[in-house]
């Protein structure tokens, strides 16, 4: 359950804190939330955000390097001990500033682009250090869920224009080849070729002229029922 995960994150990221005399209170805010006492702990998390706001960089800096080791490695440890008060008033601003000095360390540019979703600071981060395959996988999911949500809701309708996701499939392609890890490349090869087996039979069906797509697939043996589908697969 997701609750228990960020409840046994919450414990280890709070206990963690406690060796810094300057974060006891984000401790303080990470043991009442585990307790389920969110007015107090958001008391305490104020607490800790109103000094830290003028915090040197040095300071915000260590803060951050301390923090996103825990979210990369630890289930849910970038929801319950990473709440939208710290999120916003420290971790962004503070990322920013870093990521405009940083010329070496990919690290600020790859955090800043997952966790706050921006695909610019991913590449970024690529761009410093192309072996990062965590940074990759981060960016390949993204692109690869636009393409299952272009086709999720088949035989219904298609979300978009398949030609553009067939273009899309093209650069998760050469990104999946950038892998370090053969069974990572193996493994997304095959999540995008089951949503591009369903885009394929889509852009077919339309040059085909069939008014009906699902019954287009039956009468040609070809995959147009999204649900069905991948219930099959996931039930195997």
Same mark, same amino acid.
């Given at each position: 359950m997701i609750a228990e995960e960020q409840n046994k994150a919450l414990l280890i990221v709070g206990n963690s804190a406690l060796n810094n005399v300057e974060w006891v209170n984000y401790a303080n805010y990470c043991f009442e939330r585990e307790k389920g006492n969110r007015k107090e702990a958001f008391v305490y998390l104020n607490m800790f955000i109103t000094p830290a706001q003028h915090w040197s960089f040095d300071d915000k800096k260590a803060f951050i390097e301390f923090l996103f080791p825990f979210f990369e490695n630890l289930p849910d440890a970038d929801y319950g001990p990473f709440p939208q008060p710290l999120k916003e008033k420290i971790v962004k601003p503070a990322l920013l500033s870093w990521c405009e000095v940083e010329k070496e360390?990919?690290?600020? $540019?790859? &955090? $800043?682009?997952?966790? $706050? !979703?921006? +695909? +610019?600071?991913?590449?970024?981060? @690529? /761009? =410093?250090?192309?072996?990062?395959?965590?940074?990759?996988?981060? %960016?390949?999911?993204? &692109?690869c869920y636009n393409i299952y949500y272009a086709v999720h809701h088949l035989p219904d309708g298609y979300i978009g224009e398949p030609e553009d996701d067939i273009e899309l499939s093209k650069r998760i392609e050469e990104q999946i080849s950038l892998l370090s =890890?053969?069974? %990572? /490349? =193996?493994? &997304?090869?095959? +999540? @995008?070729?089951?949503? %591009?087996?369903?885009?394929?039979? #889509? =852009? +077919?069906? !339309?040059?085909?002229?069939?008014?009906? $797509?699902?019954? &287009?697939?039956?009468?040609?043996?070809?995959?147009?029922? #999204? !649900?069905i589908s991948r219930a099959y697969y996931y039930e195997k």
């Open positions: 360390d990919n690290r600020p $540019f790859k &955090w $800043f682009g997952k966790y $706050f !979703r921006n +695909e +610019e600071y991913l590449l970024k981060a @690529l /761009q =410093i250090d192309p072996a990062d395959d965590s940074a990759r996988e981060t %960016l390949i999911g993204w &692109w =890890i053969k069974e %990572l /490349q =193996i493994y &997304w090869a095959n +999540e @995008l070729e089951e949503d %591009l087996v369903f885009v394929r039979n #889509y =852009i +077919e069906w !339309r040059k085909f002229g069939h008014s009906n $797509f699902e019954q &287009w697939g039956q009468e040609n043996n070809r995959q147009t029922n #999204y !649900r």
